[in-house]
Nanobody, 119 residues
């Protein structure tokens, strides 16, 4: 099992920056991929950014150049640095981890943290 706890959400104004954190615990060594998703009201959950164990990153087109995903393996923490935020970035942001447990790839989710961007 992997437990994920996000923090750092809040209300910001357009063009401001915000950094989200996700603390992981449990079967850390089984994690092969971590990432951030978001879900805006009335929309489906969408992938924002992912990072592999060897540091390869991938970003959604909507956030490229504005968001940066990073991991601190020593502290078992995932980050999402967000800059140039706009109202379109308003959503609940979820941390996720893919872990190989009992020979099965399982996906775990945090409880989500709300990011609201005012215009």
């Amino acid at each position: 099992q992997v437990q994920l706890v996000e923090s750092g959400g809040g209300l910001v104004q357009t063009a401001e920056s915000l950094t989200l954190s996700c603390a992981a615990s449990g079967s850390i060594s089984s994690i092969v991929l971590m990432g951030w998703y978001r879900q805006a009201p009335g929309n489906q959950r969408e992938e924002v950014a992912t990072i592999t164990n060897d540091g390869q990153t991938k970003y959604a087109d909507a956030v490229k150049g504005r968001f940066t995903i990073a991991r601190d393996n020593a502290k078992n923490t995932l980050f999402l640095q967000m800059s140039s935020l706009g109202p379109e970035d308003t959503a609940v942001y979820y941390c996720t981890a893919h872990a190989l447990i009992e020979l099965m790839m399982r996906q775990y989710w945090g409880q989500g943290t709300l990011v609201a961007v005012s215009s």
